[in-house]
């Protein structure tokens, strides 16, 4: 999602470490999986406008699944893999 929350548990009592937002990198993914422009649509209705006003009345479910690939800045950085370093969306029908 949009939040990274971390959570300890200890005797049983479940502590809320943190929330980070994560949109950098889940809102572009979200986008170009879709078709919409998110941050787009959020900074106008940040403004005022509607949803509806910017065409966005409806769900978007695309035909196909979209995938994450893992990436390791790590190992790119490295020159250990060529591979491990792109950042796609894999798009399956």
């Not at 978007?60 to 950085?77: A, E, Q, R, T």
């Amino acid at each position: 999602g949009l939040m990274n929350t971390q959570f300890a548990v200890k005797d049983g009592q479940v502590y809320l470490i943190e929330v980070n937002p994560r949109a950098a990198r889940t809102v572009p993914f979200v986008s170009k999986a879709t078709g919409v422009a998110l941050a787009k649509v959020a900074a106008r209705c940040m403004v005022g406008q509607s949803l509806e006003s910017q065409g966005v009345t409806k769900e978007v479910i695309p035909p196909y699944y979209s995938v994450k690939k893992w990436y390791c800045h790590l190992l790119s950085s490295r020159g250990l893999t060529q591979c491990v370093a792109q950042r796609c969306v894999l798009r399956v029908k």
